[in-house]
């Protein structure tokens, strides 16, 4: 290189002594993955954000949110300080104070409501970040209230239930078995989109080795394409479809009899059940035509042990969702397909072990948990559910509709847009005794707060983490953290202070620091040997695996694989049968007058819940909401793309830009959530819910379109 351009050097941002750019190894973090990346960083600054092909496990992908994560690391909407409010709840201002007054503050509020009210009458609650959720339950513990709720009463503990119904207490999502199968059936997950670096790989390679995939999904999606047979069910009509699946199964003898009389009970009953979902029953419900569902049982029953991959969202986002998943999983059953080498919740290897770290089926339970707020409107999650209350009717309860009132939220991540009925939320949080509200942002759910809190995103925070099941890797503060921000860890350790306890147990956690310790002791390694070496420690102990006989001691109440759920059937209320009964969710709403079926918040690769629209890359990318159509609906109602009309539920109204795409099934349309103020969440009925589970009916409620001006 003679004559090179060192301006030439630096546009390309080629790192080197010429243009200062250094790569630093990181964890993008951005949507709670933990996709590791290569930062370009200048002077301290990161200037560029590429995956990595260097440590383990990692492959060189990033999706397009990661490579936005400069805009979202330098946001002008970054929280620097911490803030007291100054102007009304929900109008935005702020004065900065320091973190001795915003801690003492919120601590003392908590003491008063603890000492005038009780305990219980503070909610402790954290968003969808994951990560700290252990150490925020022993907050909740250590202070005395069962009020402790997360994000996840919408996402995943639906279909944990509906596992642990059947498969036992210690199952959790039931992972496939990807590597060894021979066939494989991704039931309402868009991996290529959801999980466009971890998930679509792994998928992709098998198909390669010969795995047949089919795919259940009412939308043509990126994932439909690669698929051998491609069901697209009406939503929320899954369980009438496995309940189809499973009658060709039996009446063809190509269920696994054996399995079925060694390790199941319920077997009779459910068998006379399902055998009322004849081929064309099943058509009418679900709209598959007979012989797809047809074949794709065959498929199953001649190549089992078959996986079964389902979603934290979709199946459950129905108000016959757990039942709808219970369906479903049961099929791993018929098969024998659970805990065996090519199905779910099969035997692995032995598995590094992170200590404290956020696992779904976390330990550890609350205090005074059968006197929080949920008990008793959702006792199937009580009773399944138990590490959490289920929150979804959080307008109710900071009202004071429940049993009793909250009078004080602290809140990491509290995004109030995520739940239905936004303005039903927004009159609650105006209405409250206090708020406090940690995120990275300024954000909508923020200005409700009394107590604003920053914290560190991903690259400023120290974090461990295993990569490739067999490396320990330790990320530093790849940027220094922003303005004043802490980690949530910190926040929580400090807040505990304040009240005059610590967590952590036998082993306390007094910092960020202590917690990443912690995290590693199980595997031999030290924080010492990870920082000197920056691209990974191999790990020295590791959990022993699981066998087939391990996994087959299954933790339900009778012990075996429960085709009747006798925890559900306990459970006594409308809807809680223990048969994985099927209740067509249309019977309950006014299909007459709202005649086309409302799918909300289908991923989308750009778009993240509420955290991508301030990154101009991404925003720029789909600038208005939009509602995707058929053509043919498209065609009927006389609209064409681009034309901005009027979306209208039982719930209100908004105005909305129309998208046509033949990928939509005909009669259902499908809108992405949390955008703002014009956000389809203010028109999502709070009260259309899984009786069961409490999750919200997101994919499957109903609307009408109409034109502007009608
Ligand atoms: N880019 C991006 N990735 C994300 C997220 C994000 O917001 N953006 N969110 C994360 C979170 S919190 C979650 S929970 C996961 C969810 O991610 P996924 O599990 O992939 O869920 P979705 O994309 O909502 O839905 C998957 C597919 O299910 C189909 N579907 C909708 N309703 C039904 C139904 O009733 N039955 C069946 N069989 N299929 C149905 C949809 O058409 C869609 O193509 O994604 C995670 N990953
Ligand atoms: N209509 C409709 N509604 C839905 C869904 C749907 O499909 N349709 N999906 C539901 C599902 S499955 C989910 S998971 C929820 C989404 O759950 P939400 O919790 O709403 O998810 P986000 O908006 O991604 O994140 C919330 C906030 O967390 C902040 N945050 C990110 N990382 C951290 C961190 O480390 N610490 C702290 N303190 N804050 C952090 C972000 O800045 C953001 O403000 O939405 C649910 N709502
Ligand atoms: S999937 Fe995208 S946003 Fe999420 S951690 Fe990976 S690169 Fe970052
Ligand atoms: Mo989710």
Not at 64 to 69: E, F, R, T
Not at 679 to 706: A, H, V
């Amino acid at each position: 290189m003679e004559n090179y351009d060192v301006k030439a050097l630096m546009d390309a941002k080629i790192p080197g002594e010429e243009t200062g750019i250094e790569i630093k190894k990181g964890i993008c973090g951005f949507c709670g993955d933990s996709c590791l990346v290569d930062v370009y960083m200048k002077e301290g600054k990161v200037i560029k954000v590429e995956g990595t092909k260097d440590l383990p496990g990692s492959n060189g992908k990033l999706c397009s949110k990661g490579a936005a994560l400069k805009q979202a690391l330098y946001n002008p909407e970054r929280l620097l300080y911490p803030m007291k409010r100054v102007g009304k709840r929900g109008e935005g201002k702020f004065e900065r104070i320091t973190w001795d007054e915003a801690l003492t503050t919120i601590a003392d509020k908590m003491k008063e409501t603890k000492e005038k009210m009780g305990a219980k009458h503070t909610m402790i609650y954290v968003a969808h970040p994951k990560w700290f959720r252990p150490q925020a339950t022993e907050l909740a513990n250590g202070y005395g209230t069962p009020n402790y709720g997360t994000e996840s009463s919408t996402c995943a503990y639906a279909l944990m239930m509906a596992v642990k119904s059947s498969y036992g207490a210690n199952q959790g999502m039931l992972a496939p078995d990807v590597r060894n199968c021979k066939a494989h059936f991704i039931w309402g997950v868009n991996p290529m989109h959801s999980r466009s670096v971890s998930g679509s790989g792994m998928i992709l390679n098998n198909i390669k080795r010969g795995m047949k995939l089919v795919v259940i999904d009412p939308r043509c999606t990126p994932t439909t394409e690669h698929a051998d047979i491609h069901l697209r069910p009406i939503p929320g009509t899954d369980g009438a479809l496995a309940h189809g699946m499973a009658r060709v199964l039996i009446t063809e003898n190509l269920y696994d009899k054996e399995y079925v009389e060694k390790y199941t009970i319920g077997f009779e009953e459910y068998k006379n059940y399902v055998m009322e979902f004849t081929p064309e029953k099943v058509e009418a419900i679900t709209g598959v035509p007979k012989e797809d569902m047809i074949a794709a049982a065959r498929l199953m029953g001649e190549m089992k042990p078959c996986p079964i991959q389902m979603s934290a969202s979709p199946v459950v986002h129905n108000i016959n969702g757990v039942q709808n998943a219970r369906a479903v999983t049961l099929l791993l059953a018929l098969t024998g397909s659970f805990g065996v080498k090519g199905g779910s919740a099969a035997p692995g290897g032995p598995m590094a072990m992170l200590k404290g770290r956020f696992a779904p089926n976390g330990k550890i339970k609350r205090v005074d948990a059968e006197n929080d707020l949920s008990h008793n409107d959702f006792p199937a999650w009580a009773k399944l559910s138990s590490h959490e209350i289920q929150v979804t009717k959080i307008a109710d309860y900071l009202l004071g509709k429940g049993e009793y009132p909250i009078e004080t939220l602290v809140a990491f991540g509290m995004n109030h847009h995520m739940w239905p009925r936004v303005d039903r939320v927004e009159e609650a949080l105006e209405s409250i005794g206090f708020v406090a509200n940690a995120d990275i942002y300024m954000t909508e759910s923020c200005k409700y707060a009394d107590i604003v809190l920053p914290v560190q995103s991903s690259l400023e925070r120290e974090q461990v983490e295993v990569l490739g099941g067999k490396t320990l890797f330790y990320q530093g503060h790849v940027v220094e953290p922003m303005g004043e921000a802490k980690t949530d860890m910190d926040i929580i350790c400090a807040l505990a202070e304040k009240l005059g306890f610590v967590i952590g147990g036998d082993e306390p956690i007094h910092n960020h620091e202590d917690y990443l310790r912690k995290a590693i002791s199980p595997t031999g390694v030290t924080l010492e040997e990870l920082k000197a070496n920056p691209m990974g420690v191999e790990i020295k102990n590791f959990m022993p695996a699981k066998t087939t006989e391990d996994i087959l001691k299954v933790q339900t109440p009778s012990g075996k694989i429960e085709f009747v759920s006798s925890v559900i059937a306990s459970c006594d209320k409308e809807g809680h049968e223990g048969l994985p009964v099927f209740h067509d969710f249309r019977e309950k709403l006014p299909m007459d007058e709202y005649p086309l079926i409302l799918a909300t918040g289908s991923r989308k690769p750009h778009l993240f819940h509420s955290r991508s629209y301030r990154q101009p890359w991404l925003a720029n990318l789909e600038k208005y909401p939009l509602v995707e159509i058929h053509p043919s609906d498209a065609e009927k109602l006389g609209m064409v793309e681009g034309e901005e009309v009027v979306i209208k539920t039982p719930m209100g109204s908004m105005d909305i830009t129309v998208r046509i795409t033949s990928s939509n099934l005909p009669g259902v349309v499908n809108v992405y959530h949390a955008l703002g103020d014009v956000d389809i969440n203010y028109i999502m009925d709070d009260t259309y819910l899984d009786p069961i589970s409490g999750f919200p009916g997101y994919k499957s409620y109903c609307c009408r379109l109409e034109k502007k001006g009608e």
